[in-house]
């Protein structure tokens, strides 16, 4: 079974920018598309990005086109999402996962403990 680590969130001003990883063990997530999902207080998980197994497709929801851009590393068995531009309605927390591409239908149940990213205004 997969067990997926999020980390690089934080605390940062309006306009800002946070890279954040998302690294696979257990199994390897290369030949899978990965999601990228934040759950925003008092809201429901959205997802926000994803990525073909070799990375050659990306979708991206309105709210966060062109100003994230999601990446991986099957190397690294790791997943990338640089946030750019930030702005206070990201503040979530982030999480990864293994989806079906493009539907997005989550494929592990398995769920890492996020990473909270705070914008403030």
């Known amino acids: 079974q997969v067990q997926l680590v999020e980390s690089g969130g934080g605390l940062v001003q309006a306009g800002g920018s946070l890279t954040l990883s998302c690294a696979a063990s257990?199994?390897?997530?290369?030949?899978?598309?990965m999601g990228w999902f934040r759950r925003a207080p008092g809201k429901e998980r959205e997802s926000v990005a994803r990525?073909?197994?070799?990375?050659?497709?990306?979708y991206y929801v309105d709210s966060v086109k062109g100003r994230f851009t999601i990446s991986r590393n099957n190397a690294k068995n790791t997943v990338y999402l640089q946030m750019n531009s930030l702005k206070p309605e990201d503040t979530a927390v982030y999480y990864c996962?293994?989806?079906?591409?493009?539907?997005?239908?989550?494929?592990?149940?398995?769920w890492g403990q996020g990473t909270q990213v705070t914008v403030s205004s």
């Open positions: 257990g199994r390897t997530v290369s030949s899978y598309a």
């Open positions: 996962n293994i989806v079906d591409y493009p539907s997005a239908v989550i494929l592990s149940g398995s």
């Open positions: 990525i073909t197994y070799n990375g050659g497709n990306t």
